[in-house]
């Protein structure tokens, strides 16, 4: 119920309903709540389901990432600036997400702007020339049915 409301817009109402329930909230109740607040721009309902959020996991890093960039999509770089902060008193990593792809039975892991891979050169050029080639063409993706 929650995320149908939330992704219909209706954040303030989803915490109404969240607040009034019998059945105790949990993290992925709030995460939902977090993300949808992040979409919708709402700044004031993020800091409580981040603070409810935080209570329950606080060691989990994408809680405060994600606060942090709703601050920042908001231009609130001081608060930017003192959820880093708290994170670094509280010791917690932010962890790298890696992309998988399996090529030949091998598979290959990484990372944004990795160049661990024997072939990242070779990778990133080709990668640069369909980003050329798009600016050239354009990015409708009818184009590319």
């Keep these: 119920m929650v995320d149908l409301l939330c992704k219909s817009g209706r954040l303030w109402e989803a915490y109404r309903f969240v607040c009034d329930t019998e059945v105790e909230p949990n993290a992925v109740i709030w995460s939902t709540l977090l993300s949808a607040c992040r979409v919708h721009a709402d700044v004031e309902l993020a800091k409580l389901a981040a603070s409810k959020l935080l209570v329950l996991e ?46 030949d039975g091998e598979v290959h892991r990484f990372l944004v702007q990795d160049t661990y891979h024997p072939k990242s050169a070779e990778i990133y050029s080709v990668v640069d020339g369909m980003g050329l080639h798009l600016d050239e063409v354009g990015s409708d993706p009818d184009l590319f049915v």
Excluded: C, H, T
């Design 58 to 103: 606080p060691d989990n890093s994408s809680i405060y990432v994600l606060l942090s960039n709703i601050y920042a999509d908001a231009g609130l770089w001081g608060d930017v600036r003192e959820i880093r902060d708290l994170m670094r008193s509280k010791n917690v990593q932010k962890l790298f997400a890696y992309s998988w792809i399996e090529l």
